[in-house]
Nanobody, 123 residues
Framework: QVQLVESGGGLVQAGGSLRLSCAAS????????MGWFRQAPGKEREFVAA????????DYVDSVKGRFTISRDNAKNTVYLQMNSLKPEDTAVYYC????????????????WGQGTQVTVSS
């Protein structure tokens, strides 16, 4: 069982930065691939970024490449999402999730989810 708690969301102007954190409970955190997803009002939850259990591999949706960076610290049971050059279209609730299998961008592959943190980017 893995419990996930996100933090770091907030209101920021376009062009600004935020760093999201996701703290995980459980001693097996390092065995899970981790992902960040987001969901805007009236839209489906979409993949943002993922990282392998070791941190050696990462993947991003095209719309955030070059602006967002996913990382993890297995000693601290925490995964991060550094978001730079934020745009109004990045506004959404951001969720972190854990997958017991390989790194993936599919919602259905993730076993555990956090409660989400709101990110609002004003123009």
């Amino acid at each position: 069982q893995v419990q996930l708690v996100e933090s770091g969301g907030g209101l920021v102007q376009a062009g600004g930065s935020l760093r999201l954190s996701c703290a995980a409970s459980g001693r097996t955190f390092s065995s899970y691939a981790m992902g960040w997803f987001r969901q805007a009002p009236g839209k489906e939850r979409e993949f943002v970024a993922a990282i392998s259990w070791s941190g050696a591999s990462t993947d991003y949706v095209d719309s955030v490449k070059g602006r967002f960076t996913i990382s993890r610290d297995n000693a601290k049971n925490t995964v991060y999402l550094q978001m730079n050059s934020l745009k109004p279209e990045d506004t959404a609730v951001y969720y972190c999730a854990a997958a017991s299998g390989r790194m993936t961008g599919w919602v259905s592959d993730y076993n555990y989810w956090g409660q989400g943190t709101q990110v609002t980017v004003s123009s």
